[in-house]
């Protein structure tokens, strides 16, 4: 599962925007990559979870390998998105 030219955005991106961490764990079993990027806009799961300031889906990625650190297209990181909002439960 993972995203192409003519979708840009992985399918685990709407899963973890929507918060449903049922639709995520079948994704992530199917093989989706918890570190995947839309190539639009270089936005990872996790950044996607930070900007929705849900600290349980940010939790769920992390435990399964989200790279806080990782870059999106405007050099910022889900951690300074993060530094940014705040984070809900």
Same mark, same amino acid.
């Given at each position: 599962v993972a995203c192409s030219?003519?979708? +840009?955005? +992985? +399918? @685990? @991106? +709407?899963a973890v925007a929507s918060c449903d961490p049922l639709v995520c764990e079948l994704l992530l079993a199917k093989k989706a990559n918890v570190n995947e990027a839309n190539k639009l806009t270089g936005m990872t799961p996790l950044h996607v979870a930070t900007r929705c300031s849900s600290k349980r889906m940010c939790?769920?990625? @992390?435990?399964?390998?989200?790279?806080?650190?990782? @870059?999106?297209i405007t050099g910022k990181s889900a951690l300074d998105e993060a530094d940014e909002i705040e984070v809900d439960s």
């Open positions: 030219e003519s979708r +840009p955005t +992985p +399918p @685990l @991106l +709407p939790e769920f990625l @992390l435990h399964r390998g989200a790279d806080a650190h990782r @870059l999106d």
